[in-house]
T-cell receptor, first 117, second 116 residues
């Protein structure tokens, strides 16, 4: 069974440029997460989707970050414009919750390492 | 207050010996879950083990076991018979309920070095 797929793996851009990351979750997983991981720290949630609905986007900086999961499967996270402080690893994870019940064990993709110059 | 605390920034262990990585947590949700993940230098977070707050037995998965002490709010990971490939960052995480459903919070991690 294929795991969580993310692309690109690495991205280098100049500040003020836009950037987009793509994630395809494990087949059948209805919940999708985007996390930000700074060097030497644990992941921090940016946004969580249950199917197409963003159920928790409280930590997403909405002035420059946006995300979508139009058909309840794959998702795109965008930053426009990027700032120097956005340099980090962006992780996507997915899980399966049935009626809001379950362990919510999350399986992660390899991440996208973003460098903003 | 920190929700998840991992007090050991780095740990060394001799190959083939056991090692314990510490984790304490804080929550008012009676139905929570605890996870451990491994993150090698390649960057991918690998799920290792899960413990539910109502589970009576400590969780085990191969060489990994979770020493769950509910009253102390402690969820230490024990790795038996360490291997060189166990060298990585290890993250403790807690799932609790919030207004949006579930939320999972990660600790700052412990870097484990396995010596030959």
């Amino acid at each position: 069974e294929a795991g969580v797929v993310q692309s690109p793996r690495y991205k280098i851009i100049e500040k003020k440029q836009p950037v987009a990351f793509w994630c395809n979750p494990i087949s059948g997983h209805n919940t999708l997460y985007w996390y930000l991981q700074n060097l030497g720290q644990g992941p921090e949630l940016l946004i969580r989707y249950e199917n197409e609905e963003a159920v928790d986007d409280s930590q997403l900086p909405k002035d420059r970050f946006s995300a979508e999961r139009l058909k309840g499967v794959d998702s795109t996270l965008k930053i426009q414009p990027a700032e120097l402080g956005d340099s980090a690893v962006y992780l996507c994870a997915s899980s399966f919750l049935a009626g809001g019940m379950g362990t919510d064990t999350q399986y992660f993709g390899p991440g996208t390492r973003l460098t903003v110059l | 207050a920190q929700k998840i605390t991992q007090t050991q920034p780095g740990m060394f262990v001799q190959e083939k010996e056991a090692v314990t990585l510490d984790c304490t947590y804080d929550t008012s949700d009676p139905s929570y879950g605890l996870f451990w993940y491994k993150q090698p230098s390649s960057g991918e977070m690998i799920f290792l083990i899960y413990q539910g707050s109502y589970d009576q037995q400590n969780a085990t998965e191969g060489r990994y076991s979770l020493n769950f002490q509910k009253a102390r709010k402690s969820a230490n990971l024990v790795i038996s018979a360490s291997q060189l490939g166990d060298s990585a960052m290890y993250f403790c995480a807690m799932r609790e309920r919030n207004t949006g459903g579930f939320k999972t919070i990660f600790g700052a991690g412990t870097r484990l070095f396995v010596k030959a």
